[in-house]
């Protein structure tokens, strides 16, 4: 059994391997070409078309979020906005065209590789009121009542202690202020053999939470008015499941029926 500093390193090391391989991700090319390289399958199989949103950028894109938390932000101009798991800076970015030159925009991420690209895509497109820190969610390089909306895409998940998420959260969020997270969530068990996956964990689905569990803690964090907006099934499909396990790991899965949903979730300090 892997430890929470463990999870997390591992965690890193994935995602930090997918800012560096990004572009051979994109063409497509290195699935299962390369045991280093995370597969694309598992990262992308919860992706959603952004690519008509304000301020979408393809090259800041890595196909890795399970939602459109932005939809359901309510950002408005002037606003600052934090992303945590800000990733290449695609839902920074997006969040930048709501907030437009009078707001700002803070991305936060635990992996100096993706702050790195993120950074270059910034600057590649002047943007002045974008900035990108390296630094853990759980205890977050910004002071309190900073922002007036918290974002997050398909992250909180992977991280084991997330009632010392949500409490950052609500820390560094105005009074009034609020969050609107896109994340996955579980409703029944999966096999040990599942979530001791290295891939299956670092591509967000067996570090995932019992959804009751996962909203419990957003309550114990003392937000108010906390609403589902949204849920969406999750199907792992055949391919990338005989990639990662065993058949004897697969009918295990299979036998338990566990449900996977993305869920884009909002509440109120």
Do not use: W
Request: one cysteine or more.
């Amino acid at each position: 059994m892997r430890t929470n500093k463990e999870k997390k390193e591992m965690v890193k090391q994935r995602y930090s391997e997918l800012a560096l391989n990004s572009e051979l991700l994109k063409s497509g090319c290195c699935c299962g070409t390369n045991p280093t390289i995370p597969s694309k399958k598992v990262f992308t199989i919860m992706s959603e078309d952004y690519s008509q949103l304000k301020g979408y950028e393809a090259d800041a894109d890595l196909g890795v979020g399970c939602g459109l938390p932005t939809e359901y932000a309510g950002i408005k101009e002037g606003y600052t906005v934090i992303d945590l798991g800000s990733g290449a800076g695609n839902d920074c970015f997006i969040a930048r065209a709501e907030v437009g030159e009078s707001g700002k925009v803070i991305g936060i991420d635990f992996s100096p590789q993706m702050i790195e690209k993120a950074r270059k895509n910034a600057a590649k497109r002047g943007y002045t009121n974008v900035e990108f820190m390296e630094g853990d969610i759980e205890e977050m390089p910004v002071p309190d009542n900073t922002a007036d909306v918290v974002v997050s895409n398909c992250v909180l998940n992977l991280l084991p202690e997330k009632d010392k998420i949500f409490k950052e959260i609500y820390r560094v969020l105005k009074k009034g202020g609020h969050f609107c997270i896109s994340d996955v969530v579980l409703n029944g068990v999966f096999p040990k053999e599942f979530t001791d996956n290295a891939s299956m964990y670092a591509g967000c689905i067996a570090s995932a939470i019992q959804k009751e569990d996962y909203l419990m803690e957003i309550e114990k964090a003392n937000f108010a008015n906390i609403k589902v907006e949204r849920t969406k099934t999750v199907v792992i499909p055949d391919d990338v499941l005989q990639e990662h396990l065993d058949e004897v790991t697969i009918a295990k899965y299979k036998a338990g029926n566990v449900g996977i949903y993305s869920i884009t979730v909002t509440g109120v300090k």
